[in-house]
């Protein structure tokens, strides 16, 4: 089962939008200028954009074309390409235009440019999470599902540590698959970056618990697509909480393997000797050269989490190597 490209995800033409790019006159205070019943009194002028409208079509024009040689790139494996596209050129034209983006993604009057802001300002800098995350969690709950699910996508992009989960967490049940899909996919990103700022501890609060709570309803739910099952499964590993160990031992022997891929790397996140033997049993059938270096990565993982001494390399990707290794281990205690 192929992965879902992001560019199909995300993808929005200029055309066939509506195009107003100036906001409406606000009513002004009662008693001032555009107040219900000043008669004759003048309504405020409309906003200035911030960029003149040749500048502001080129920008758009511009990102649209950036993001979406990005994600071609991303979908088609090509690193070298994606990696340089964010670093050279998208993160510094979304730095230069942060306030421009996060103003238009809230303007419901300039539909020909939001999603498109929505799209772009994954791209920023880590360190403008403060400015952007409040604009894309603005916009999750917007009827406009093409505008949720490319919010979503730049949060996951992004991945701030500090990006408020709730708001994700509630679109975990919404009938939209793509919506469902994004939102678990953010979350784990966002719980892999406060694992990494907390040494990987994450406190257990209550946001993070209603959040287990839901991703391990929708990994063990049989009929729910593949995917977010997935990225699901990435998400309990990130959260690290014991109580989720039994769910990704049970995807481990899922029908399809890009959920058994992410429950191998969620067990290699908790650290968990009970997961070492169901691992290398998955090394046994797998047939998959790319899922057995995964799960060897995880079982490496385990091993330095336990202090085991292990060599991977030496290891191999052979299940007899690493029962063998298994056996010396618990021989040796």
């Known amino acids: 089962m192929r992965a879902i490209p992001l560019f199909l995800i995300l993808a929005l033409a200029l055309t066939g939008c509506e195009s107003s790019p ?3 006159p606000e009513a002004g205070e009662p008693g001032q200028p555009g107040a ?3 008669g004759n009194a003048k309504k405020p002028p409309k906003p200035t954009n911030l960029l003149a409208e040749n500048e502001r079509s ?3 024009f511009d990102l649209d074309q950036y993001t979406g040689r990005y994600m071609t790139a991303r979908d088609q494996g090509n690193a070298r390409a994606y990696t340089s596209l964010h670093a050279s050129v998208l993160m ?14 809230r303007d419901p009057e300039q539909m020909r440019y939001r999603i498109i802001a929505a799209r772009a300002l994954g791209f920023g800098s880590d360190l403008s999470g403060d400015r952007i995350v409040p604009a894309l969690v603005s916009v999750l709950e917007d009827k406009n599902v093409n505008l949720a699910n490319s919010a ?9 540590a500090e990006t408020p989960i709730a708001p994700i967490v ?3 049940n919404h009938p939209d698959l793509l919506l469902r899909s994004n939102g678990a996919l953010a979350i784990s990103a966002v719980l892999r970056a406060k694992r990494k700022e907390a040494e990987d501890r994450i406190e257990m609060t209550m946001e993070i618990r209603e959040a287990s709570g839901r991703l391990m309803a929708l990994a063990m739910n049989p009929d729910e697509d593949a995917f977010v099952r997935a990225h699901s499964a990435s998400a309990l590993g990130n959260i690290g909480d014991p109580a989720s160990a039994d769910v990704l031992l049970n995807l481990l022997l899922d029908q399809y393997q890009v959920v058994r891929i992410h429950s191998a790397q969620g067990l290699g996140n908790l650290g968990q000797e009970s997961a070492i033997l169901p691992l290398i049993n998955a090394l046994k059938v797998t047939e998959s050269r790319n899922e057995a270096r995964i799960i060897v990565a995880s079982l490496e993982e385990i091993a330095t989490a336990l202090d085991y001494p292990v060599d991977k390399e030496a290891l191999g990707t052979e299940e007899e190597n690493w029962r063998a290794w298994y056996a010396a281990i618990k021989a040796g205690k």
């Not at 510094?92 to 993604?105: A, C, G, H, K, S």
């Open 22 to 24: 100036d906001t409406p």
């Open 36 to 38: 219900g019943g000043a």
């Open 58 to 60: 080129q920008l758009y």
């Open 92 to 105: 510094p034209m979304v730095e230069r235009n942060i306030d421009e983006l996060t103003r238009t993604v």
């Open 152 to 160: 979503l996508v730049s949060l996951y992009l992004l991945g701030w």
């Open 170 to 172: 509630t679109l975990l």
